[in-house]
């Protein structure tokens, strides 16, 4: 995987004007984003040696280079899942590739249900920790010693300055942020009522299917991590109604343009630091 990596981050040199210090990974139905890029470049996830084929709903599949408040930054327009199938090993790839590229700061989105009674549909979280329930975590087998050591701590696994900035971005915004703890399952199944209460025994806040191995693997690489997540619905049980996959993109296609204005006040704090 190494070489693979090694190859992928050539290509995305040669295709992209300037090497920039922060990415965005964005969630389920929040592909939008990419759109407010100023001279955006598009490279399909296909093209590029070794990337995993994004097959989620809500996910273009593309990484989009260009700048955001006049600073360049990288977008991964869709994530690569574990239940798709993939090794977990291979869905950090982009995390890896990003790494060696020289990313210094990752900003994380998802779509999440609500498991604290206090967050309804559309609210955005910022996230303060997780729980790793997926069964399984990207830095088994064989440790790169160049990508970093083999126990890597995981006490600060969100970096607090960025969180701080965040919750500064949305101060400025007039945007609503709360925190709270999210829990990882492997999906694709929704959780089980009873799974929903355990967790929320627990002390997580939020469940989604993603965003825990990213964080393990920027963290593992020394970058910098901030994540925000978007409640597409009450977790199972906490309603009579059935989750589907409807509402999360319906839901998240509301609260895209408050991520968006979040995200870009966020990089002009960072600009202006």
């Not at 088994?140 to 965040?166: H, Q």
């Amino acid at each position: 995987m190494k070489k693979s990596v090694s190859q992928c981050v050539d290509q995305i040199k040669d295709n992209i004007p300037q090497i920039p210090e922060t990415a965005i990974i964005l969630g389920s139905g929040l592909g939008a984003m990419a759109d407010h890029l100023e001279d955006p470049v598009f490279i399909d996830y296909s093209s590029l040696e070794g990337w995993p084929s994004s097959t989620a709903p809500g996910h273009a599949g593309r990484l989009v280079s260009g700048k955001l408040q006049g600073r360049p930054v990288m977008v991964m327009q869709g994530r690569i899942h574990y239940y798709e199938g993939y090794p977990i090993q291979h869905v950090v790839y982009p995390v890896r590739v990003l790494g060696k590229l020289g990313i210094k700061e990752l900003v994380i989105t998802n779509a999440s249900g609500g498991i604290n009674h206090c967050y309804r549909p559309g609210d955005l979280v910022l996230v303060g920790d997780h729980i790793n329930f997926m069964g399984a975590n990207p830095l088994i087998g064989p440790n790169e010693k160049e990508w970093g050591e083999r126990f890597p701590d995981m006490s600060y696994a969100y970096d607090e300055k960025l969180a701080s900035r965040m919750e500064e971005a949305a101060l400025m915004s007039g945007i609503s942020l709360q925190r709270g703890i999210y829990i990882a399952f492997s999906g694709p199944s929704y959780e089980t009522p009873a799974e929903i209460r355990m967790a929320r025994m627990l002390g997580a806040d939020l469940v989604g299917m993603s965003t825990v191995p990213e964080v393990i693997a920027a963290n593992h690489m020394g970058i910098k991590v901030c994540a925000v997540s978007c409640v597409a619905n009450y977790a199972a049980g906490m309603t009579s109604g059935k989750l589907s996959e409807e509402e999360v993109l319906t839901e998240m296609g509301k609260a895209s343009d408050r991520l968006v204005k979040l995200l870009e006040t966020f990089v002009f704090l960072t600009v202006n630091k």
